[in-house]
Antibody, heavy 125, light 108 residues
Framework: QVQLEESGGGVVQPGKSLRLSCTTSGFTFGDYAMHWVRQAPGKGLEWVAVISYEGRNKYFADSVKGRFTLSRDNFNDTLYLQMNNLRLEDTAVYYC??????????????????WGQGTLVIVSS | DIQMTQSPSSLSGSVGDRLTITCRASHDISNYLNWYQQKPGKAPKLLIYDAYNLETGVSSRFTGSGSGSGTDYTLTIDSLQPEDVATYYCQQYENLPSFGPGTTVDLK
C-alpha cells in the first residue's frame, strides 16, 4: 500500500535552517509529482510547494519562495524540503503528499491523493 | 492570487441529514477544484477532484458540483454519519494551489 512518512521536524531558532524528508513506499516514486502542505497550530491547511515527477519543475507559495527549496531522490524514493531563514510563522505540521502521475509544469498543481502523517516544525527563540 | 472562501465556517447535523458546504473562488477556476476531509490530528484525505470526480474508495455519500459560473462549488454530504465529523477544505489549482479556510462539521 502507498505510504509516506515525514521526518526531520524539530525546534529551531528564527533565521536557521532545517531539512525535512519524506520517505515513500508502495508506488513508483519517480513517476509522481510530490507536494508539501503545512498547517499552523489551530489553523487551516496551506499549500507550500510541488515538484514534478522528474524534478525539473518546482513551484512554491509566495510565503516561502526564495527561502525553501525542493529536491527529490528518485533512486531512494525520498522527497526533501530544505527550509532556510526560518520565521516564527513557519511553525506548523508539514505534510508530504503524492501528486499526479508523470505531471510536469502547471499540471503538477493537481490533487494530492495520499499524505503522510506530518512532522512538526517549531520556530522559536 | 486566487482567494478561496467557504461557507458556512461550521455546520451541525444529525445522523442521516444532508449537508451542503459552499466554496467560492475570487476568479474563474474552471473546475480546477479539490475537496479534502481532515480529522483532528490526521492528514488530509482527498474526497473529490476536478470539482466532480469522486476519489477511489471514498463513500458515494460525498458529491461535488459546480454552479457553472466557474467560481462557485459545492460539497454535499448525504446521510451524515458519525465518521463524517471533520473539517472540510476546498482547494483550487487553476493557479498556484490554495485552500479555503475550512468548514467544520459536527453532530448535533
Amino acid at each position: 500500500q502507498v505510504q509516506l512518512e515525514e521526518s526531520g521536524g524539530g525546534v529551531v531558532q528564527p533565521g536557521k535552517s532545517l531539512r525535512l524528508s519524506c520517505t515513500t513506499s508502495g508506488f513508483t516514486f519517480g513517476d509522481y509529482a510530490m507536494h508539501w502542505v503545512r498547517q499552523a497550530p489551530g489553523k487551516g491547511l496551506e499549500w507550500v510547494a510541488v515538484i514534478s515527477y522528474e524534478g525539473r519543475n518546482k513551484y512554491f507559495a509566495d510565503s516561502v519562495k526564495g527561502r525553501f527549496t525542493l529536491s527529490r531522490d528518485n533512486f531512494n524514493d525520498t522527497l526533501y524540503l530544505q527550509m532556510n531563514n526560518l520565521r516564527l510563522e513557519d511553525t506548523a505540521v508539514y505534510y508530504c503528499g503524492r501528486g499526479t502521475h508523470e505531471s510536469t509544469g502547471y499540471d503538477t498543481y493537481q490533487r494530492g491523493d495520499y499524505w503522510g502523517q506530518g512532522t512538526l516544525v517549531i520556530v522559536s527563540s | 492570487d486566487i482567494q478561496m472562501t467557504q461557507s458556512p465556517s461550521s455546520l451541525s447535523g444529525s445522523v442521516g441529514d444532508r449537508l451542503t458546504i459552499t466554496c467560492r473562488a475570487s476568479h474563474d477556476i474552471s473546475n480546477y477544484l479539490n475537496w479534502y476531509q481532515q480529522k483532528p490530528g490526521k492528514a488530509p484525505k482527498l474526497l473529490i477532484y476536478d470539482a466532480y470526480n469522486l476519489e477511489t474508495g471514498v463513500s458515494s455519500r460525498f458529491t461535488g458540483s459546480g454552479s457553472g459560473s466557474g467560481t462557485d462549488y459545492t460539497l454535499t454530504i448525504d446521510s451524515l454519519q458519525p465518521e463524517d465529523v471533520a473539517t472540510y477544505y476546498c482547494q483550487q489549482y487553476e493557479n498556484l494551489p490554495s485552500f479555503g479556510p475550512g468548514t467544520t462539521v459536527d453532530l448535533k
